[in-house]
C-alpha cells in the first residue's frame, strides 16, 4: 500500500456510539406488540444491519402482523424525530483521529446505511460535519451494505484510486462492503466478542488511538 489520501467512514458504531440509541428506538416500537428487544441480541443479531432488513427479520422472528412499509415509515420518523431532541456520543478517540488527519490534507468521507436526513441531524447537533467532504447515505444508492454500491460511488465521486483509501467499519457487514469494493478495510471494534467474525478485516483495532499508531508506525501518510 502507498500513501493514503482518503479515509472513508462507517458513522453508526464506527463514529458515533448510537447502536443503544437505535436499540432503544427499536424497542419502543416493539413494545407497541409486546415484544422486548434485548441489548445483546440487538448486538449479535441486527447492529450494522440496514433498516429495511431489520424491520423485516424483526416481524418474521416476533410474528408481528403489520405492514413492513408502515413499520419502516415509522422507524425512520422516530429515529429522526430522537435525533434532533437527543445527542449521541462520539466512540472513543474518533474526534482526535479526525481532526489529526483532517489536519493532515486527508480527504474524509462517510459512507453509512442511514439515510441522509438522520445524518444532516446527527451533524447539526454535534458539529461532526465540517470535516467531511462527501457523505454517501443509504438515501443516495439502489443497495445497502454489504453490497459494495456504497463505498464504490464514493470512491467514484471523490476520484481516487481505491488503493489511496482506507474504510474504517465495525461490523461484519461493513467490512464486507468494504472487501467486495476492493478497498482497505480496518475493523475498529472495542468488544472484544465480535473479533472472530471481523477477522476478515485488513486489519482490527480496540480504538481509533490504536488504529492512529499502526498508520503512523506504517507510514501510510
Not at 4 to 19: H, P, V
Not at 55 to 66: D, M, P, S
Not at 159 to 166: M, R
Not at 201 to 215: C, H, I, Q
Amino acid at each position: 500500500m502507498g500513501k493514503i489520501k482518503a479515509l472513508l467512514f462507517d458513522l453508526d458504531g464506527t463514529l458515533i456510539d448510537s447502536e443503544f440509541f437505535h436499540f432503544e428506538c427499536w424497542n419502543e416500537i416493539l413494545n407497541e406488540h409486546n415484544v422486548v428487544l434485548e441489548y445483546k441480541d440487538w448486538l449479535a443479531n441486527y447492529a450494522g444491519v440496514p433498516l429495511p432488513q431489520n424491520a423485516r427479520n424483526l416481524l418474521t422472528k416476533y410474528e408481528i402482523e403489520a405492514v413492513l412499509e408502515e413499520v419502516i415509515a415509522r422507524r425512520e420518523n422516530l429515529t429522526l424525530e430522537r435525533l434532533k431532541t437527543k445527542d449521541v456520543n462520539l466512540m472513543p478517540f474518533a474526534l482526535p483521529f479526525i481532526e489529526f488527519f483532517y489536519e493532515k490534507g486527508l480527504t474524509l468521507a462517510i459512507v453509512t446505511s442511514s439515510p441522509r436526513k438522520d445524518v444532516e441531524a446527527i451533524f447539526e447537533r454535534n458539529g461532526l460535519g465540517k470535516y467531511f467532504s462527501l457523505i454517501i447515505t443509504r438515501t443516495e444508492v439502489s443497495k445497502s451494505k454489504p453490497d459494495p454500491e456504497s463505498y464504490n460511488v464514493c470512491v467514484e465521486k471523490l476520484n481516487l484510486a481505491k488503493d489511496e483509501c482506507i474504510v474504517f467499519e465495525d461490523t461484519i457487514n461493513g467490512v464486507k462492503s468494504a472487501l467486495a469494493a476492493g478497498i482497505t478495510c480496518y475493523a475498529i471494534q472495542s468488544n472484544v466478542r465480535a473479533h472472530q467474525k471481523l477477522k476478515v478485516a485488513d486489519e482490527l483495532f480496540l480504538s481509533f488511538a490504536n488504529a492512529k499508531e499502526f498508520m503512523l508506525q506504517k507510514e501510510l501518510i
